[in-house]
């Protein structure tokens, strides 16, 4: 990345430290204002708020689009406010991808005109002013870029900057949450044991019948009727598990295709776009899911 | 009914009499072959459940009753004129497939209440003759003297509640699925030709298709008619649950069988007055408190049993609710009798007493040759023929039945064995001298391969690194004034090689076939002749030793075997194994076995593959000929053990897909490319001409494989 995208490390801080809003950067860290909707399917909260407590790190496994990341956007808000706070935790996300670095994560010396200078990467900008980190499906990134958060992960709640030769210590409220989906079956795609170990794993779903209704219709915005088709649609599809497909359709895919809904279009239409041809490319696939649509809505 | 004339339907006698030459020039209808790919999606996603759809014969209008496993609906569907809505029947058809298990009809409970009626079920019913293996429907299937009867009124009441049901439920087909009701009213037999009990049991038939027709009926019948409509109604309300169709199926059941039991004609007809209104102010009447209901109705002449004709989109429950033990036999009979579809249809069942007793016996033969297992109840399905392992280095792994269109659990035991080393690596030694002219040539290559993998990217755009010489550079432009290149960090892709690999080897008898003679007269191993077997192992001890150099992962094991129970996975070198003399050796102990059974072989190999950290793995199965064994796919008959050895083996490469590794078939079969392009959709393979390029090609592959 060109340096001059880079921000200075000062401004980092006191933007993360500072108001409300999304940050402009492009960044990773931003504090909600209203209360993110999420309704709990179990346990999760309280597991969530016990953890969080002991500060022991929490892994969260689902599907893609059952609502890992709405989650923890609403604990970051919901803890906070369970504390007096006006506002959420300061959350900083980052999506992990096979080039993601260990510099990615803790910094790096860039250039500018004046000499070289040391920048923080979002992992260490949590560290230095808690609030919770995310790392989203983090089995993308390398294990070798994953070691960085040993240190972080145990008693020490240390992290080391190596090409600093400095050795952080985490604020008091710095909190670390990872996702995955395990879906995906892959041994290529798994933690190393020694990083699993370190994380309380909460699993997720796709949330039964009734209630994701509830989530689409307040989702999308339609009524009732098309929200319990919708969630049935999302039940019956999902029958088609991994030998025809390899992932049935999320909640979040129901939802725009009940926007689409919304929006005036057909509902046929709307479930094909935005389920079907989401989900796979197989013509004979395609015709049986529409068959399926074509059952559920008029 | 018969005169009248439903607009889009083809007249109904058409298909019994199969008199169908007269209407060749119309549509030829849907074939179920043609939609069962579509459709058996749509099954599986409407009920979660995998099952087959198989086809019954065309001009036999008998119809099979389902089991949990299997679905039977006519090969050909042409009641129609128009393919859509041919296709629609099937689609309504299994839809209400579905609708029993979505809307719950097995789930039936003896003790839980009805929504809409007082409980006829007596409450000591828990404590009557419930033994371990009964269901509660058959439990309360006995509650009735005449059982046959009993569980025809249940099943309609039953396809009353889940057809108003499944309308609700999926608002997309409820002109279609009102179409199909209209068509299957249009069937239905006279009502003036029947007897009383016949005819109000028709009457209840046609209720249950939402027939909006007034009845004509003789005086006798008015009353039970209306009651009948009257114990009827509550089925259609939207929580309506099995029970009350159970209690419903009770009055009905009492209503039919009050009736006289005589032949037609008992008095003219006229219209039934049936408004709403009517049935709703009937007051009603009083039902038998005793059941088994009291003697009387038994012995008061049943000599004609109460016939109910069928409607043809519904299914039979058959043996599925009343884990019969009769019923297991009866349905085997049933089945192959759709396997043979010139065998005689059984004469209609009048036996008026205990289902099942007088059903004839099914005939020896086809009994004693059935082999169908999986036609039988999952249960039978699940427990035969499992195995167990009960070594060490046994592994047992599943099957992929592609009839059935499920895995045969524990079905094949792979038996891993180290393979003895000789004295000395003769054989080894020998192919290395052999290709010693080639050798450099591979070697170049190879590591060529390892430079590649361990490349520095400098002055790039982006990286974890700064690159020093470029960012002086940089830093001396900017100083002197001119603009810096921002390409000033070492980027390291992907870091070193990060691969593991097995080499699958095909060990079986065909590989002891004499290959062309070389050109250049090589003569390696002492002899004149080398065989296929002999150009593999060479491979291997050519694959050894560049492997070693290029220092990736890597495992060659050979396979082969006789039949499920022993599939042989000879080791020549593990995963964690270093090449040495002593593994050298075993190369000479390779000799030709029996079969090749490739679906169990690939699965232990993921099951080794997945237990290596690597980026990338790499599964390369090498082999002269179609995956056979001796129990691969026979029970299916004569010419299915190819298609079933093929989709077993196609399963388990996908398998390996799944599971992050990429698999690759190399192939030493001139008539390769008949199978391979179904056993390999998706895959990539190769099929080489010439033997004689095994070594080479395969050095190269794995070249571009793992690049």
């Given at each position: 990345?060109?340096?001059?995208?880079?921000?200075?490390?000062?401004?980092?801080?006191?933007?993360?430290?500072?108001?409300?809003?999304?940050?402009?950067?492009?960044?990773?860290?931003?504090?909600?204002?209203?209360?993110?909707?999420?309704?709990?399917?179990?346990?999760?909260?309280?597991?969530?708020?016990?953890?969080?407590?002991?500060?022991?790190?929490?892994?969260?496994?689902?599907?893609?689009?059952?609502?890992?990341?709405?989650?923890?956007?609403?604990?970051?808000?919901?803890?906070?406010?369970?504390?007096?706070?006006?506002?959420?935790?300061?959350?900083?996300?980052?999506?992990?991808?096979?080039?993601?670095?260990?510099?990615?994560?803790?910094?790096?010396?860039?250039?500018?005109?004046?000499?070289?200078?040391?920048?923080?990467?979002?992992?260490?900008?949590?560290?230095?002013?808690?609030?919770?980190?995310?790392?989203?499906?983090?089995?993308?990134?390398?294990?070798?870029?994953?070691?960085?958060?040993?240190?972080?992960?145990?008693?020490?709640?240390?992290?080391?900057?190596?090409?600093?030769?400095?050795?952080?210590?985490?604020?008091?409220?710095?909190?670390?949450?990872?996702?995955?989906?395990?879906?995906?079956?892959?041994?290529?795609?798994?933690?190393?044991?020694?990083?699993?170990?370190?994380?309380?794993?909460?699993?997720?779903?796709?949330?039964a019948q009734a209630l994701?209704q509830?989530?689409?219709?307040?989702?999308?915005?339609?009524?009732?009727?098309?929200?319990e088709?919708?969630?049935l649609?999302?039940v019956?599809?999902?029958?088609?598990?991994?030998?025809?497909?390899?992932?049935?359709?999320?909640?979040?895919?129901?939802?725009?295709?009940?926007?689409?809904?919304?929006?005036?279009?057909?509902?046929?239409?709307?479930?094909?776009?935005?389920?079907?041809?989401?989900?796979?490319?197989?013509?004979?696939?395609?015709?049986?899911?529409?068959?399926?649509?074509?059952?559920?809505?008029? | 009914?018969?005169?009248?004339?439903?607009?889009?339907?083809?007249?109904?006698?058409?298909?019994?009499?199969?008199?169908?030459?007269?209407?060749?020039?119309?549509?030829?209808?849907?074939?179920?072959?043609?939609?069962?790919?579509?459709?058996?999606?749509?099954?599986?996603?409407?009920s979660g459940?995998?099952?087959?759809?198989?086809?019954?014969?065309?001009?036999?209008?008998?119809?099979?009753?389902?089991?949990h496993?299997?679905?039977?609906?006519?090969?050909?569907?042409?009641?129609?004129?128009?393919?859509?809505?041919?296709?629609?029947?099937?689609?309504?058809?299994?839809?209400h497939r579905a609708a029993h298990y979505e809307g719950g009809t097995f789930a039936f409970s003896l003790l839980r209440p009805a929504k809409h009626f007082a409980a006829l079920r007596p409450s000591t019913m828990d404590a009557m003759q419930r033994h371990a293996r009964a269901s509660d429907l058959e439990v309360f299937f006995s509650l009735f003297a005449q059982r046959k009867l009993a569980i025809e009124v249940f099943t309609v009441m039953e396809d009353l509640r889940l057809d108003e049901w499944a309308k609700r439920r999926y608002?997309?087909?409820?002109?279609?699925?009102?179409?199909?009701?209209?068509?299957?009213?249009?069937?239905?037999?006279?009502?003036?030709?029947?007897?009383?009990?016949?005819?109000l049991a028709?009457v209840m038939v046609?209720i249950s298709?939402a027939?909006?027709?007034?009845?004509?009926?003789?005086?006798?019948?008015?009353?039970p008619a209306r009651q009948l409509m009257q114990v009827m109604q509550p089925l259609l309300l939207q929580d309506a649950c099995v029970e009350d169709s159970a209690e419903a199926a009770m009055r009905a059941y009492c209503l039919l069988v009050g009736?006289?039991?005589?032949?037609?004609?008992?008095?003219?007809?006229?219209?039934?007055?049936?408004?709403p209104?009517?049935v709703l102010a009937l007051h009603e009447p009083r039902w038998p408190a005793i059941w088994p209901e009291p003697?009387?109705t038994h012995?008061?002449?049943?000599?004609?049993?109460?016939?109910?004709?069928?409607?043809?989109?519904r299914d039979k429950l058959g043996s599925r609710f009343t884990d019969h033990?009769?019923?297991?036999?009866?349905?085997?009979?049933?089945?192959?009798?759709?396997?043979?579809?010139?065998?005689?249809?059984?004469?209609?069942?009048?036996?008026?007493?205990?289902f099942?007793?007088?059903?004839?016996?099914?005939?020896?033969?086809?009994?004693?040759?059935?082999?169908?297992?999986?036609?039988?109840?999952?249960?039978?399905?699940?427990?035969?023929?499992?195995?167990?392992?009960?070594?060490?280095?046994?592994?047992?792994?599943?099957?992929?039945?592609?009839?059935?269109?499920?895995?045969?659990?524990?079905?094949?035991?792979?038996?891993?064995?180290?393979?003895?080393?000789?004295?000395?690596?003769?054989?080894?030694?020998?192919?290395?001298?052999?290709?010693?002219?080639?050798?450099?040539?591979?070697?170049?290559?190879?590591?060529?391969?390892?430079?590649?993998?361990?490349?520095?990217?400098?002055?790039?755009?982006?990286?974890?690194?700064?690159?020093?010489?470029?960012?002086?550079?940089?830093?001396?432009?900017?100083?002197?004034?001119?603009?810096?290149?921002?390409?000033?960090?070492?980027?390291?892709?992907?870091?070193?090689?990060?691969?593991?690999?097995?080499?699958?080897?095909?060990?079986?008898?065909?590989?002891?076939?004499?290959?062309?003679?070389?050109?250049?007269?090589?003569?390696?191993?002492?002899?004149?002749?080398?065989?296929?077997?002999?150009?593999?192992?060479?491979?291997?001890?050519?694959?050894?030793?560049?492997?070693?150099?290029?220092?990736?992962?890597?495992?060659?094991?050979?396979?082969?075997?006789?039949?499920?129970?022993?599939?042989?996975?000879?080791?020549?070198?593990?995963?964690?194994?270093?090449?040495?003399?002593?593994?050298?050796?075993?190369?000479?102990?390779?000799?030709?076995?029996?079969?090749?059974?490739?679906?169990?072989?690939?699965?232990?190999?993921?099951?080794?593959?997945?237990?290596?950290?690597?980026?990338?793995?790499?599964?390369?199965?090498?082999?002269?000929?179609?995956?056979?064994?001796?129990?691969?796919?026979?029970?299916?008959?004569?010419?299915?053990?190819?298609?079933?050895?093929?989709?077993?083996?196609?399963?388990?490469?996908?398998?390996?897909?799944?599971?992050?590794?990429?698999?690759?078939?190399?192939?030493?079969?001139?008539?390769?490319?008949?199978?391979?392009?179904?056993?390999?959709?998706?895959?990539?393979?190769?099929?080489?001409?010439?033997?004689?390029?095994?070594?080479?090609?395969?050095?190269?592959?794995?070249?571009?494989?793992?690049?």
């Open positions: 990345m060109p340096p001059s995208q880079f921000p200075s490390p000062s401004h980092a801080l006191s933007a993360t430290q500072s108001a409300a809003i999304p940050i402009a950067h492009g960044a990773e860290s931003y504090r909600a204002v209203d209360e993110p909707f999420y309704l709990p399917v179990s346990d999760e909260v309280s597991l969530f708020e016990a953890a969080h407590r002991e500060r022991i790190p929490v892994l969260l496994k689902g599907p893609t689009g059952c609502g890992k990341t709405r989650f923890v956007e609403y604990m970051a808000w919901h803890l906070a406010h369970k504390t007096g706070g006006d506002s959420a935790y300061g959350l900083t996300t980052v999506s992990c991808h096979e080039d993601l670095t260990a510099t990615d994560l803790v910094g790096r010396y860039l250039l500018s005109s004046d000499g070289t200078h040391w920048i923080d990467g979002p992992l260490t900008r949590a560290v230095k002013s808690g609030g919770i980190c995310y790392l989203d499906e983090v089995v993308e990134a390398r294990k070798d870029t994953i070691v960085v958060i040993h240190s972080l992960t145990d008693h020490r709640r240390l992290l080391p900057l190596e090409k600093k030769g400095e050795l952080l210590k985490a604020h008091p409220d710095f909190f670390l949450v990872v996702s995955y989906n395990p879906g995906y079956q892959s041994s290529l795609k798994d933690l190393k044991h020694s990083t699993r170990q370190r994380f309380v794993s909460i699993e997720f779903d796709y949330p994701e509830r989530i689409i219709a307040r989702e999308a915005g339609v009524g009732a009727a098309t929200a088709a919708l969630a649609a999302g019956k599809i999902r029958h088609l598990d991994q030998q025809n497909l390899l992932e049935g359709p999320s909640t979040r895919l129901l939802i725009y295709a009940g926007r689409l809904i919304a929006q005036g279009v057909a509902p046929r239409r709307a479930c094909d776009v935005a389920i079907i041809q989401a989900m796979t490319d197989d013509m004979l696939l395609a015709k049986g899911l529409r068959q399926v649509i074509q059952a559920i809505f008029p | 009914m018969k005169d009248d004339t439903l607009p889009g339907v083809r007249a109904a006698d058409i298909d019994i009499d199969g008199d169908a030459n007269d209407h060749l020039h119309d549509h030829p209808g849907q074939t179920l072959e043609g939609v069962a790919p579509v459709l058996g999606l749509y099954y599986r996603a409407l459940r995998k099952t087959a759809l198989l086809p019954y014969g065309d001009g036999n209008s008998e119809q099979y009753s389902d089991t496993t299997a679905i039977r609906l006519p090969e050909r569907m042409r009641r129609f004129f128009s393919g859509h809505d041919n296709f629609i029947w099937y689609k309504i058809a299994l839809t608002c997309g087909l409820r002109g279609a699925y009102q179409k199909i009701q209209q068509a299957a009213l249009h069937e239905r037999p006279s009502l003036s030709e029947l007897g009383p009990r016949n005819a028709e046609r298709l027939s909006a027709q007034a009845f004509s009926l003789p005086a006798l019948l008015h009353e009736l006289p039991n005589m032949e037609a004609d008992y008095g003219p007809s006229s219209p039934v007055e049936m408004t209104a009517q003697e009387r012995l008061e002449g049943d000599v004609l049993a109460t016939m109910m004709a069928e409607v043809s989109y033990k009769d019923a297991g036999p009866l349905e085997q009979q049933a089945i192959y009798r759709f396997a043979e579809a010139d065998a005689d249809p059984p004469a209609f069942d009048t036996a008026p007493d205990k099942g007793a007088e059903r004839s016996k099914p005939t020896e033969a086809p009994m004693a040759q059935d082999q169908h297992e999986h036609f039988g109840e999952e249960e039978a399905h699940f427990h035969s023929g499992q195995l167990h392992s009960n070594d060490l280095l046994s592994t047992i792994y599943p099957e992929w039945d592609h009839v059935a269109a499920a895995y045969k659990r524990n079905w094949c035991r792979v038996k891993e064995s180290h393979i003895a080393p000789v004295l000395s690596a003769k054989y080894f030694e020998q192919t290395l001298r052999g290709y010693g002219r080639l050798m450099p040539h591979i070697q170049n290559q190879f590591e060529r391969i390892a430079r590649e993998g361990m490349l520095q990217i400098k002055r790039a755009a982006d990286g974890d690194d700064l690159d020093l010489d470029a960012a002086i550079e940089s830093m001396i432009d900017m100083r002197a004034g001119r603009s810096p290149s921002d390409r000033v960090y070492v980027s390291r892709p992907r870091m070193a090689r990060d691969v593991a690999v097995a080499f699958l080897v095909d060990q079986s008898a065909s590989t002891a076939e004499h290959a062309e003679p070389l050109s250049h007269g090589l003569n390696l191993h002492g002899r004149h002749y080398r065989t296929i077997l002999d150009f593999e192992k060479e491979t291997a001890a050519l694959l050894m030793a560049s492997l070693e150099r290029l220092g990736d992962t890597y495992g060659i094991y050979f396979f082969s075997g006789s039949g499920r129970e022993d599939v042989q996975f000879r080791v020549l070198k593990d995963f964690d194994e270093r090449l040495s003399d002593r593994i050298a050796a075993r190369i000479d102990n390779i000799k030709p076995l029996h079969t090749t059974r490739m679906g169990p072989a690939i699965r232990h190999t993921i099951h080794k593959l997945r237990g290596q950290e690597a980026r990338t793995k790499l599964l390369m199965l090498i082999s002269d000929g179609r995956p056979f064994d001796l129990d691969y796919g026979q029970q299916y008959g004569e010419n299915a053990e190819v298609d079933y050895a093929i989709n077993d083996t196609r399963q388990a490469l996908n398998e390996a897909r799944e599971a992050g590794i990429t698999p690759f078939v190399l192939t030493i079969d001139s008539q390769g490319n008949d199978y391979l392009r179904t056993m390999c959709d998706g895959i990539d393979y190769e099929v080489l001409d010439d033997i004689n390029q095994l070594p080479t090609r395969l050095l190269a592959l794995y070249r571009t494989l793992t690049d």
